[in-house]
């Protein structure tokens, strides 16, 4: 593996640890109970995208608390309709990051995917 792949492995899997606080820390503070419940199946995709990425670097993270604590905020200040497409984006801009690697390591592949249905997802609870 090359070095640059083994820090966007890294990254990744930081991002994913950190995404699992945000969603659930997310569900935690919404008003909407199906969005809830989105959001903790979402937290739990990104678990499970965080274990591929620990396999692929053979390292263990610390999740961070920043995300979790910063996006229920928003989402109190500016509110659901200018935050989800912000969260969504973060999930599309996953898709691009992780799209290099997924033609080299199959099992990002999936993750890839995972990403850009979670960004339509987020999206699509604006649409009830
Ligand atoms: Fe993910």
């Not at 945000?22 to 008003?31: G, R």
């Not at 610390?62 to 973060?90: C, D, E, H, M």
Request: zero cysteines.
């Amino acid at each position: 593996m090359e070095q640059s792949d083994l820090k966007t492995f890294l990254k990744a899997q930081q991002g994913e640890l950190d995404a699992v606080l945000m969603y659930n820390a997310l569900a935690d503070a919404v008003k909407d109970r199906n969005d809830a419940e989105t959001f903790r199946r979402l937290a739990a995709e990104e678990g499970h995208h965080a274990s591929v990425f620990k396999q692929l670097s053979g390292q263990t993270l610390t999740p961070k608390k920043t995300l979790a604590t910063v996006v229920p905020l928003f989402y109190k200040i500016i509110g659901k309709k200018r935050l989800y497409p912000i969260i969504a984006k973060f999930e599309y801009d996953a898709v691009n990051t992780y799209a290099p690697v997924a033609q080299r390591f199959s099992e990002v592949e999936s993750v890839k995917n995972d990403e850009k249905r979670h960004g339509d997802t987020v999206m699509a609870l604006l649409n009830k």
